[in-house]
């Protein structure tokens, strides 16, 4: 089993930035692929970024290419993610995910996930 603990969400108005971390352990972090989702109210868990394992191999979703960046720290056991010129329509909740492969963009292909850390952004 792996625990995924993220942090760093919070509020900020429209055009700010956010760094969000997602702490992991449990099992050797750096074999596994790791991506973030979103999760607005009353809508489905979405794909934000997914970065492969062997870390050759990142896909962002269209909407947030060029402001958000996904890097990871393996000494760390640590994921970041690395959102600017934030937009109201960003607000979700942001879930970290792990998976021993690679689960593609489909959140229910996804092993491990944290609970997630609230991004609001004002307009």
């Known amino acids: 089993q792996m625990q995924l603990v993220e942090s760093g969400g919070g509020l900020v108005q429209a055009g700010g930035s956010l760094r969000l971390s997602c702490a992991a352990s449990g099992r050797t972090f750096s074999s596994s692929s790791v991506g973030w989702f979103r999760q607005a109210p009353g809508k489905e868990r979405e794909f934000v970024v997914t970065?492969?394992?062997?870390?050759?191999?990142?896909l962002y979703t269209d909407s947030v290419k060029g402001r958000f960046t996904i890097s990871r720290d393996n000494a760390k056991n640590t994921v970041y993610l690395q959102m600017n010129s934030l937009r109201p329509e960003d607000t979700a909740v942001y879930y970290c995910?792990?998976?021993?492969?690679?689960?593609?963009?489909?959140?229910?292909?996804?092993?491990?996930w944290g609970r997630g850390t609230q991004v609001t952004v004002s307009s």
């Open positions: 995910a792990a998976d021993p492969y690679y689960s593609g963009d489909n959140y229910r292909s996804w092993d491990y």
């Open positions: 970065d492969h394992r062997s870390g050759t191999h990142t």
